[in-house]
């Protein structure tokens, strides 16, 4: 199984792309502007993607997506899986036929190029031979971060966008196979009531959600704030002595 980092930065800017994972050739961890960069040859073999939640840095591109290779799509759609209430609001906020034409009614309803699968928290799902497990974590609205599983065991783990939870660190210490963790830390430790506002972690509240776990895979950090990014990697590097946290780059590819 190969992860290609599309995208992993809380914002915009040069160089900068919001957060997408590419998973072999065919499955999409969110879909934000990190899509934008790859060919129209390599757009046209995306055939599942698996939100973590609905904000916009994670969906931005959906529509332009579907739209690029809509006719690679017809009888053979892409599916996007999502908890029900992430489907609510792409439905009435996105594919509304205002900001975007509805999609899973196209070219008919019987028929369409967009299908939806809802997931629920906990729950596994086997796209070939790679086993997707959502895990609820904690944000402004209702996330999972995912456990991905290769053929051959080897796994790695996504936090999405996340504030202090539990239940996620719970999950992966049942699974002390776990080689990587790309973990968000979305804001600097001075943004203490910014973060917990927008519920994402600061250096000191990661730390202590780090504790959590019982072993020690290698750890990526994600979704910093452009501009943030050096004071984060210090703040956490001072704090987590006995990790070795690296900042997630885009283009970066890892083998499992
Ligand atoms: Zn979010
Ligand atoms: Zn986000």
Partial sequence: MQIRILGCSGGIGAGLRT??????????????????????????????IFLTHGHLDHIA??????????????????TIHLQREILEMLREHIF??????????????????????????EQQIVIGERLFEAIPVTHTQPAVGY????????????TGDTRSTDRFWEVLNTHPE??????????????????????HHRPSTLAED????????????????????????????????DWEPKSLQRGQLFEL
């Fill in 210 to 241: 780090l504790g959590k776990l019982q072993h020690r895979p290698e750890l990526y950090i994600t979704h910093q704030k452009p501009g943030e990014e050096e004071q984060i990697m210090r703040e956490l590097k001072q704090l987590l002595n």
């Fill in 61 to 78: 591109f959906i529509p332009f997506l579907v739209d690029s290779i809509l006719d690679d799509l017809v009888n053979d759609p892409i």
């Fill in 19 to 48: 957060t997408s994972l590419l998973i072999d050739d065919d499955v999409l961890i969110d879909c934000g502007s990190g899509v934008g960069d790859l060919p129209l040859e390599e757009l046209s073999r995306i055939r599942h």
């Fill in 96 to 121: 509304n036929w205002q900001i975007w034409p509805d999609f899973s009614k196209l070219p008919d309803e019987t028929n369409p190029v967009i299908k939806y699968e809802v997931i629920t928290p």
């Fill in 178 to 199: 776990l080689k990587i963790l790309i973990a968000e830390c979305a804001y600097a430790d001075h943004e203490e009531v910014l973060s917990q506002i927008a519920g």
């Fill in 147 to 158: 456990r991905v599983q290769s053929a051959d065991g080897g796994s790695f783990a996504f």
